[in-house]
């Protein structure tokens, strides 16, 4: 099963620039998640045959949002956290409530859960930091609770380098928003937790990165930040057979990550 996941910025934008379909069309994703679709579902017309599609948008029109394209579909979708987490974190801020933006959604498949997340970006201030230091505990408590039914794949744009080697210049950006102590620590709870970062089975070292700048020719340079994830439950691990990036998949300031599970 070939599982992608990918910061579309916009998936009417992609469409217009006619990277969408063959992106598609190449990679025959089995499942393919989406964030930051900034779409309503009447606003996507979408040739999609084979595909059952699920959108979790945002109140707010043109902002956030996550959607999974699913080629089996799924025994249930849930959107937002679970009930009872966002009750106990303050997930709202001066921001706006982020529980209204369509940042999670989860799939329910035989063998596992699938889940999606848009998580909030710290900003250039670091004023989102307190509301990341409840956001990523809400995210992990979601994650840990479908674990008791069964294993999770979670996969997204989780905007946090969590290691050196995750972004092409570490020093300078210390303690800058996506490598705040703050934001990686949240980042190494689910690896604590036991979620496993499934492209580092394959590679080590630095160079692979899932997003980059649009000033400078940061992408034509390779001066990148890897952000975009996908984790599996530690007894999923040794049914992960591929776990890529994707640079040569344009349309986006970010590009696709993807796995494949024996399953």
Same mark, same amino acid.
Do not use: T
């Given at each position: 099963m070939k599982i992608f996941s990918w910061n579309v910025n916009g998936i009417r934008?992609?469409?217009?620039?006619?990277l969408f379909y063959p992106? #598609? %069309?190449?990679h025959q994703p089995d499942i393919l998640c989406l964030q930051e679709t900034k779409a309503q579902p009447d606003q996507i017309e979408a040739d999609l045959d084979g595909y059952h599609v699920y959108l979790n948008s945002a109140d707010r029109k043109g902002y956030s949002g996550t959607a999974i394209f699913s080629k089996? %579909?799924? #025994?249930?979708i849930i959107n937002g956290f679970l009930p009872g987490i966002e009750e106990r974190y303050q997930l709202l801020d001066d921001y706006g409530d982020t529980t209204t933006e369509g940042r999670v959604m989860t799939a329910e498949y035989p063998e596992f859960f699938l889940v999606t997340v848009y998580t909030p970006n710290a900003k250039d201030d670091l004023s989102r930091i307190p509301m990341?230091?409840? =956001?990523?505990?809400?995210f992990l408590e979601h994650c840990n609770q479908l674990e008791q039914q069964k294993p999770v794949v979670f996969c997204g744009d989780l905007n946090v380098a969590h290691t050196e080697d995750d972004l092409a210049r570490p020093k300078p950006n210390v303690g800058k928003k996506g490598f705040t102590d703050e934001?990686?620590?949240g980042f190494q709870a689910f690896v604590d937790a036991g979620f496993v970062d499934t492209f580092r089975m394959f590679h080590e070292g630095n160079g692979y990165y899932t997003w980059w700048s649009h =000033?400078?020719?940061?992408? %034509?340079?390779?001066?990148? =930040?890897r952000i975009d994830?996908? #984790?599996v439950s530690n007894q999923l691990k040794d049914r992960v057979t591929t776990a890529k990036i994707h640079p040569e998949v344009f349309g986006s300031d970010h590009c696709p990550v993807s796995v494949t599970l024996d399953i």
């Open positions: 934008a992609v469409m217009k620039k006619e992106f #598609l %069309e190449q089996q %579909e799924p #025994l249930q990341r230091q409840q =956001w990523d505990p809400a934001e990686r620590d =000033w400078g020719k940061a992408r %034509e340079r390779n001066v990148g =930040w994830y996908v #984790l």
